[in-house]
């Protein structure tokens, strides 16, 4: 069983939907998790960063922490074609990252 | 301030030969963590490297090894490769000091083996 856990998708939604994304992890160590955005053919690019359980709000993103549950989510409000990328969760227990595999999402216009 | 680094960006060796990647932090990161990603495995950790030493290690083989120098840029060297080494190499720079510091990654290399 991988420590990270997420749907690879793709994942299709129109433009200005409500995007969820969503991790597992089976790691307690876990205290920080980690959202990132990927372009195709770029490095992953840091979105979120949530320390424990609770909701962090950035502009049409928030990031959603459960650790009775261990889920983690991402919402993105009114989404956009520029969305459209891969979303990259991750846990951080010893210094070390351990990441899902990526969702990929598509939002047409 | 200047991103992460990564050179060279494309790779292109043949089974059998080594390599040697280069990554250069955030100026005044001294945390440099190093990545493999495919799209069957996604991101895997290979090591990290803080102040010259390393301090975290993955499940890969001898054949992968790094090493950071006093100015905190960083190498990755794998050597006799194999086909299933194709991939995006990434680092992630990072201040360091603990548990919970934000990491940042350069754009890749990317390495083909054929």
């Known amino acids: 069983q991988k420590e990270v856990e997420q749907d690879p998708g793709p994942l299709s939604v129109p433009e200005g939907a409500i995007v969820s994304l969503n991790c597992t992890y089976s790691?307690?160590?876990?205290?920080?998790f980690m959202w990132y955005r990927q372009y195709s053919r770029k490095g992953p690019e840091l979105l979120m960063y949530t320390y424990s359980s609770g909701n962090k709000e950035d502009g049409r993103f928030t990031a959603q922490v459960d650790k009775s549950s261990k889920y983690i989510s991402l919402f993105i409000r009114d989404s956009q074609p520029s969305d459209s990328a891969t979303y990259l969760c991750a846990g951080q227990g010893f210094q070390k990252l351990v990441f899902g595999t990526g969702t990929r999402l598509l939002v047409s216009p | 301030k200047a991103g992460v680094t990564q050179t060279p960006r494309y790779l292109i060796k043949t089974r059998g030969q080594q390599v040697t990647l280069s990554c250069s932090p955030i100026s005044g990161h001294r945390s440099v963590s190093w990545y493999q990603q495919t799209p069957g495995q996604g991101l895997q950790f290979l090591f990290e490297y803080f102040s010259e030493t390393q301090r975290n290690k993955g499940n890969f083989p001898g054949r992968f090894s790094g090493r950071q120098f006093s100015n905190s840029r960083s190498e990755m060297n794998v050597s006799t490769l194999e086909l299933g080494d194709s991939a995006l190499y990434l680092c992630?720079?990072?201040?360091?000091?603990?548990?919970?510091?934000?990491?940042?990654f350069g754009q890749g290399t990317r390495l083909t083996v054929v």
């Open positions: 790691n307690s160590a876990f205290q920080y």
């Open positions: 992630a720079s990072s201040l360091g000091s603990g548990r919970g510091t934000e990491a940042f």
